[in-house]
């Protein structure tokens, strides 16, 4: 049984081989669901230090204005929806790949933010903003690398040609938003049903 240090460990192997990384994440076990959450959690911290201690040459954000809940939501709630629709579409197209699969996958995936982003916050203290260009050149690419390697996850999780990884990834993005605008809608409604029944609440109250 391996220890939770490798597995967390192997996240870096994943970023570098991802080819045979991620198979051997699903087909051999390298990886497991408590590294997976540690790392989404690492990237949720990534994010929250960043915004809160980012140089002042590169920081735009009001740090006196810091929501934890939302910082936390505006990651947690992409990647969640990634992985719910990834699942939902590949069950309906021959995926390979289970939720658990999927959502540990996607998460190794994160790594790069992590490595990445985190070095850059001390790194943003030490250079001008004429070296600027440097600082958000590293930055996009964690970004791009990211996406490389959530693509990669998809073909090789779901035995997937990349033809077909493109436009799986096309719907999972169209499902993504369906399930947003449901959501809202789904929230318009429940404050409007609570609405009503608190003004005929009122009106009893007042009446009575």
């Known amino acids: 049984m391996r220890s939770y240090l490798a597995e967390l460990k192997y996240s870096l192997h994943v970023v570098v081989r991802p080819f045979d990384g991620f198979w051997d994440l699903q087909r051999e076990q390298r990886g497991s669901l408590r590294a997976a959450l540690t790392i989404v959690l690492l990237t949720i911290a990534t994010y929250i230090f960043r915004r809160q201690y ?3 040459l590169f920081n735009y954000n009001q740090i006196t204005r810091l929501n934890i809940v939302l910082e936390v939501i505006s990651v947690l709630l992409p990647f969640l929806l990634w992985c719910v629709a990834n699942w939902c579409l590949t069950t309906l197209a021959d995926g390979e790949g289970t939720f658990i699969e999927i959502f ?5 995936a994160l790594t790069p933010i992590v490595l990445i982003n985190l070095p850059l916050i001390p790194i943003s203290y030490l250079i001008t903003s004429e070296e600027g260009a440097f600082y958000y050149f590293f930055l996009t690419i964690s970004l791009i690398w990211t996406v490389c390697l959530i693509i990669l996850s998809t073909m090789i999780t779901h035995q997937y040609s990349m033809k077909k990884t493109f436009l799986t990834i096309t719907g999972i993005l169209i499902g993504m938003a369906v399930m947003v605008f449901i959501g809202l ?3 318009s409604v429940i404050q409007q049903i609570f609405g009503f029944f608190y003004v005929i609440y009122r009106e009893i109250v007042f009446r009575f």
């Open 54 to 56: 980012t140089g002042f």
């Open 104 to 108: 540990n996958a996607t998460a190794y």
């Open 185 to 187: 809608l789904f929230t």
